[in-house]
């Protein structure tokens, strides 16, 4: 499968399968695209005809430097992945957990998933015991897995430190006696931070993702506090002192782009002007009768952010303004195995989320939603079936990612939107998809201008 | 070549043959957590 775009003045072939990406000439492009494998190593007759304006000899010329990369499988190369994807996954060991340390949060989010942090119960604190017998549970379901991750999270974990602390001090104790390596994350608002539990936080954790939305203004509209005020004022510099002092590195700061602020660019840039220089902006996902909620005709929009914040972004990396912006973010040389490409995030087999009172989930998204609830870390038995369900879904189980080009960079989408928003979890969230597509494509159009 | 610039080499035939170990971050895409689109993601191997 060959992908063929263009994007201002590149032209794009990205070969699906050998995940090579080639720069063309418009000539090239314009045969590129008109082409079905196999091919032959004379010149097609057709193209004489169907591309007028072009001398023959052109023509033979082009075609000639397409049918090399073709001869060396970098250019209309077969799937050869089909069969890795049939047995992956069976029966692999947990390796993340998400500790729900609080379902409680002193911010009221309107966009927020979690129903302000309580997951549709009571407002409730993880024990430092349930914390303790999650330690358990994950090191015992991980096989041989040695490295490990445990993300705390919420609602809002600051609120529960105390938690958060003592299973950090008991699974380093654990990891010696079991040969593990523990790597912990937070993901927080920063109501909380101050200069205590940074400490312990860059001492302690990986990576770190902070919540800010951008402008004061877009951010105030979504995230305010219980007493119905904006958090940006307070929020900003704490979270700008956290970033400075992981040495603007190992930490996220990331927002949620709604309807209100569909040019989210400007978000973006937003927090690279602050000094962030590690940024994540992504689309609000849900219920679709929320106003707030991005629909189908806002795409054309968005699109058009995506590209203009991918030449500012070339533009700004290159002139010693520096930042990273979590969705352009592509390694082709050396990112992850196909392996990992098909299967995706994990959630329900390598991914579980763990809540206040103990009980399992497929990830954090699903928490609340009760006919998903896998078993409790008290005795450590999680459903097979769920787990099954979750293990057979990857790129190839899902008709409209076997057929996308960008399956190999998205992995296949978020199964909870596909099973909350779509009722089936091989049907992913078509909008979410465009988007996915979109970005992947202003992606390589970055790698295209870096080359130069 | 005159008229096509190749960026990267055939990287995803050669991860097939020994990828799969498991060992790296995993990945989360939603909008409420920042750890993936895949395609970011670092291999532990090829440290
Ligand atoms: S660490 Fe590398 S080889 Fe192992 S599963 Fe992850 S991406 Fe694949
Ligand atoms: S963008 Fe959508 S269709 Fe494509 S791989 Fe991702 S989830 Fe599947
Ligand atoms: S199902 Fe969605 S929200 Fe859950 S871990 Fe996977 S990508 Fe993240």
Request: glycine letters at 6%; hydrophobic letters at 30%.
């Amino acid at each position: 499968m060959v992908h063929t775009f263009q994007i201002k003045d590149k032209n794009i072939a990205l070969d699906v399968n050998s995940g090579c990406v080639h720069v063309l000439d418009k000539l090239c492009y314009e045969i590129v695209s008109a082409l079905e494998p196999p091919l032959t190593k004379e010149t097609p007759e057709f193209l004489y005809g169907a591309i007028q304006d072009e001398p023959r000899e052109d023509i033979d010329e082009a075609y000639s430097e397409i049918y090399e990369l073709y001869s060396d499988g970098t250019l209309f190369s077969e799937d050869s992945y089909e069969n890795i994807a049939l047995d992956m996954k069976k029966r692999s060991p947990v390796k993340a957990l998400c500790l729900h340390v609080s379902h409680d949060c002193n911010l009221r989010c309107k966009y927020c998933f979690a129903d302000e942090g309580a997951y549709h119960h009571d407002r409730s604190l993880m024990s430092a015991e349930v914390g303790r017998r999650a330690i358990d549970f994950l090191i015992k379901n991980s096989g041989s897995r040695r490295n490990l991750e445990v993300d705390f999270f919420g609602g809002e974990p600051l609120m529960n430190m105390s938690v958060v602390k003592s299973t950090v001090e008991y699974a380093r104790e654990q990891e010696k006696i079991h040969g593990k390596n523990f790597r912990f994350t937070i993901t927080t608002n920063g109501l909380l931070l101050n200069d205590e539990n940074t400490e312990f936080i860059n001492k302690n954790m990986y990576n770190v993702v902070l919540s800010l939305d951008g402008r004061r203004e877009v951010n105030d509209k979504m995230r305010v506090r219980a007493d119905g005020g904006g958090s940006y004022d307070i929020i900003m510099p704490k979270l700008k002192k956290m970033a400075d002092s992981r040495g603007q590195d190992n930490y996220y700061v990331r927002g949620t782009y709604t309807r209100n602020n569909l040019d989210f660019s400007k978000d973006v840039l937003h927090l690279a002007d602050l000094g962030f220089k590690q940024t994540s902006v992504e689309p609000v996902v849900g219920d679709e009768s929320e106003d707030y909620m991005i629909r189908r005709e806002d795409l054309p929009k968005l699109f058009e952010e995506y590209e203009n914040l991918a030449d500012e972004y070339v533009r700004r990396r290159a002139d010693g303004r520096w930042f990273n912006f979590f969705h352009f973010m592509i390694d082709l040389e050396q990112g992850p195995c196909v392996i990992k490409r098909l299967s995706g995030c994990g959630a329900g087999c390598e991914y579980l989320a763990v809540t206040p009172d103990g009980d399992i989930y497929p990830c954090h998204q699903f928490v609340g939603h009760e006919e998903y609830k896998m078993g409790n870390v008290a005795d450590g038995e999680i459903s097979s079936e769920i787990r099954e369900t979750f293990e057979n879904c990857n790129v190839y189980t899902k008709p409209s990612c076997r057929d996308c080009f960008a399956k190999f960079y998205c992995s296949g989408g978020c199964m909870a939107n596909a099973c909350l928003l779509c009722g089936d979890i091989n049907t992913p969230h078509e909008l979410s998809c465009e988007l996915m597509r979109k970005r992947v494509e202003c992606s390589l159009y970055i790698k295209a201008c870096e080359a130069e | 070549m005159k008229r096509i610039k190749t960026l990267n080499s055939a990287v995803l035939k050669q991860s097939a043959a020994k990828g799969g170990c498991g060992e790296c971050q995993t990945s989360c895409q939603s909008a409420c957590k920042t750890s993936c689109t895949v395609a970011n993601q670092k291999c532990e191997q090829s440290k």
